[in-house]
């Protein structure tokens, strides 16, 4: 048996064409979404990434700006972008790209965010609002990463509702946020969420209908981890330099042999990366919509 792949680029394509329709709607009650983003620094990856999200803009039809300050940027530099972004009249959401580099304190940048702006749903208003909703009906911008995974296995019909997914890794874009989506009313999923000081990982891989890796370790999860038909996303993201000079490699957190005992697997890449670029997108309409309404 061989898993059924949980196609990111197909569904993220899905989904850009749906968000384009609804933004062509939006710009006829003269509604223009743009998406703003901050890079720190001249890291290779995350310099890929924010061309992605540009690209994925234009593609859905809406504005986008890049400011892009020097390694050398200091912690006032980055604070007065923010708050420019923050009074921009053309941006409608931003995200700060992660990692900023040594030296800021990430969490504080992220509190100066206008809640009302943050695409990336990083806000500690729109974290709390990911609490509260248990409960309530507040509406806030989902972290992208968690709200991709989730629309990837809603799109392929892989059952939640009480369902065991065991999550490894507890960082703030990922694993902690996903718990708590997953937990929510409507979803009703039964979490464990691991780390790496949890005991015997592999026994609570063993026991996972749906696995979601996302600690960034190469290969962690192997195929004897596994439940046989379980669903695996592989969102952990390794890059490993090419031999002289060559073309560099990414490495997801899952074994390849995973995919001849689960269900399901996205792949890594073209898995859970391209959901999360349209998450942001699809943010950044929601907010615009919102706007007509609030
Ligand atoms: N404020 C903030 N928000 C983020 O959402 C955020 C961030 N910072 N920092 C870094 C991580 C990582 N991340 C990815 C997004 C898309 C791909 C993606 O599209 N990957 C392609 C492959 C791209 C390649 O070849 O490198 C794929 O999976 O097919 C990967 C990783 C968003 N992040």
């Given at each position: 048996?061989?898993?059924?792949?949980?196609?990111?680029?197909?569904?993220?394509?899905?989904?850009?064409?749906?968000?384009?329709?609804?933004?062509?709607?939006?710009?006829?009650?003269?509604?223009?979404?743009?998406?703003?983003?901050?890079?720190?620094?001249?890291?290779?990856?995350?310099?890929?990434?924010?061309?992605?999200?540009?690209?994925?803009?234009?593609?859905?039809?809406?504005?986008?700006?890049?400011?892009?300050?020097?390694?050398?940027?200091?912690?006032?530099?980055?604070?007065?972008?923010?708050?420019?972004?923050?009074?921009?009249?053309?941006?409608?959401?931003?995200?700060?790209?992660?990692?900023?580099?040594v030296g800021h304190n990430e969490?504080?940048?992220?509190?100066?965010?206008?809640?009302?702006?943050?695409?990336?749903?990083?806000?500690?208003?729109?974290?709390?609002?990911?609490?509260?909703?248990?409960?309530?009906?507040?509406?806030?911008?989902?972290?992208?990463?968690?709200?991709?995974?989730?629309?990837?296995?809603?799109?392929?019909?892989?059952?939640?509702?009480?369902?065991?997914?065991?999550?490894?890794?507890?960082?703030?874009?990922?694993?902690?946020?996903?718990?708590?989506?997953?937990?929510?009313?409507?979803?009703?999923?039964?979490?464990?969420?691991?780390?790496?000081?949890?005991?015997?990982?592999?026994?609570?891989?063993?026991?996972?209908?749906?696995?979601?890796?996302?600690?960034?370790?190469?290969?962690?999860?192997?195929?004897?981890?596994?439940?046989?038909?379980?669903a695996v996303l592989d969102v952990?993201?390794?890059?490993?330099?090419?031999?002289?000079?060559?073309?560099?490699?990414?490495?997801?957190?899952?074994?390849?042999?995973?995919?001849?005992?689960?269900?399901?697997?996205?792949?890594?890449?073209?898995?859970?990366?391209?959901?999360?670029?349209?998450?942001?997108?699809?943010?950044?309409?929601?907010?615009?919509?919102?706007?007509?309404?609030?």
């Amino acid at each position: 048996m061989t898993a059924i792949t949980l196609d990111g680029v197909a569904t993220a394509t899905a989904l850009k064409q749906e968000l384009r329709d609804r933004v062509v709607a939006l710009r006829a009650q003269g509604v223009v979404p743009g998406l703003a983003t901050l890079l720190v620094g001249d890291d290779p990856g995350s310099r890929l990434y924010v061309a992605g999200k540009h690209k994925d803009c234009a593609e859905v039809g809406i504005e986008s700006l890049r400011i892009d300050l020097p390694g050398s940027a200091t912690s006032a530099d980055v604070r007065a972008a923010i708050k420019d972004l923050n009074s921009s009249r053309e941006v409608t959401g931003y995200i700060i790209q992660l990692p900023l580099p040594v030296g800021h304190n990430e969490n504080a940048m992220l509190e100066l965010i206008d809640p009302a702006k943050d695409a990336d749903g990083l806000h500690p208003t729109n974290l709390g609002r990911l609490v509260l909703g248990i409960e309530g009906n507040l509406r806030s911008p989902l972290p992208c990463t968690p709200a991709g995974i989730v629309e990837l296995l809603r799109r392929y019909d892989v059952p939640i509702v009480g369902q065991k997914v065991v999550v490894v890794g507890r960082g703030l874009t990922v694993g902690r946020p996903l718990g708590l989506l997953f937990t929510r009313k409507g979803l009703d999923a039964t979490v464990t969420l691991t780390h790496s000081r949890t005991v015997d990982l592999a026994g609570e891989v063993r026991r996972a209908d749906i696995v979601v890796a996302a600690v960034g370790v190469p290969h962690l999860i192997e195929a004897d981890w596994v439940k046989p038909g379980a669903a695996v996303l592989d969102v952990g993201i390794t890059r490993v330099a090419g031999v002289d000079g060559g073309k560099s490699r990414l490495l997801g957190d899952v074994h390849p042999d995973v995919a001849s005992v689960a269900g399901y697997l996205s792949p890594n890449p073209r898995g859970v990366g391209p959901m999360t670029r349209a998450m942001l997108v699809s943010n950044v309409v929601k907010a615009a919509e919102q706007s007509l309404t609030a």
